[in-house]
């Protein structure tokens, strides 16, 4: 079964940037379209970005646009979150989710479609 491991999470000062990654050991990820969701203290889990099956399309939450940027790489068993001028309110548990549902157009981020989720990593950014 896939299991998806999250890293990069941390502290971080208003404006600076992290890189999450999310990996997969023994399976290729450029079968399934991989999301990134988080979840902050008593808030419900929202989507953050996503990209579909071989890379064919992304998809950003509005307040992410312009500042993160999902990417899978060359070897295909991890796929990235970069993360830039990061704010207070992006802190957050984040998860990354996988699904083989195939979605037409622009890759979804409603959470319920994906059927495979990892432990999340901690993203804070405090001064």
């Known amino acids: 079964q896939l299991q998806l491991v999250e890293s990069g999470g941390g502290l971080v000062q208003p404006g600076g940037s992290l890189r999450l990654s999310c990996a997969a050991s023994?399976?290729?990820?450029?079968?399934?379209?991989i999301g990134w969701f988080r979840q902050a203290p008593g808030k419900e889990r929202e989507g953050v970005s996503c990209?579909?099956?071989?890379?064919?399309?992304?998809n950003y939450a509005d307040s992410m646009k312009g500042r993160f940027t999902i990417s899978r790489d060359s070897t295909k068993t991890t796929v990235w979150l970069q993360m830039n001028s990061l704010k207070h309110e992006d802190t957050a548990v984040y998860y990354c989710?996988?699904?083989?549902?195939?979605?037409?157009?622009?890759?979804?981020?409603?959470?319920?479609?994906?059927?495979?989720w990892g432990q999340g990593t901690q993203v804070t950014v405090s001064s």
């Open positions: 989710a996988a699904t083989e549902t195939i979605m037409f157009g622009r890759c979804s981020l409603s959470n319920e479609l994906y059927d495979y």
């Open positions: 990209i579909s099956r071989r890379s064919s399309s992304t």
């Open positions: 023994g399976f290729t990820l450029d079968y399934y379209t």
